[in-house]
Nanobody
């Protein structure tokens, strides 16, 4: 059974940095595009970042471009999200997701990890 488990969320101050991790099991991790999404209070879930199979290609939401970095370690079946220069508007539950390479829909999701940024 496929499972994605996020960790690393915590309460921080504006300007701080946080690293999120998502460990995958029960899926062929190296064959899946991995992504991060987030849902802030009273907001819809939104795309944050994605990384392809080889980690050579990444994509970011405009709101996090230049501040967040997504990487993956296929040997550890883990995807990371490095978040720098955090702002209060980055406060959200962050979700890890996986999809087959080339697919349009994300078919596996984690349970989420809370990041709270105080001003």
């Amino acid at each position: 059974q496929a499972q994605l488990v996020e960790s690393g969320g915590r309460l921080v101050q504006a300007g701080d940095s946080v690293r999120l991790a998502c460990v995958a099991s029960g899926v062929r991790f190296s064959m899946r595009t991995m992504g991060w999404f987030r849902q802030g209070p009273g907001k819809e879930r939104e795309f944050v970042a994605a990384v392809d199979l080889s980690a050579r290609n990444t994509r970011y939401a405009d709101s996090v471009q230049g501040r967040f970095t997504i990487t993956r370690d296929n040997d550890r079946s883990t995807v990371y999200l490095y978040m720098n220069g955090l702002k209060p508007e980055d406060t959200a539950v962050y979700y890890c997701a996986a999809k087959p390479n080339g697919a349009s829909s994300w078919d596996y999701w984690g349970q989420g990890t809370q990041v709270t940024v105080s001003s």
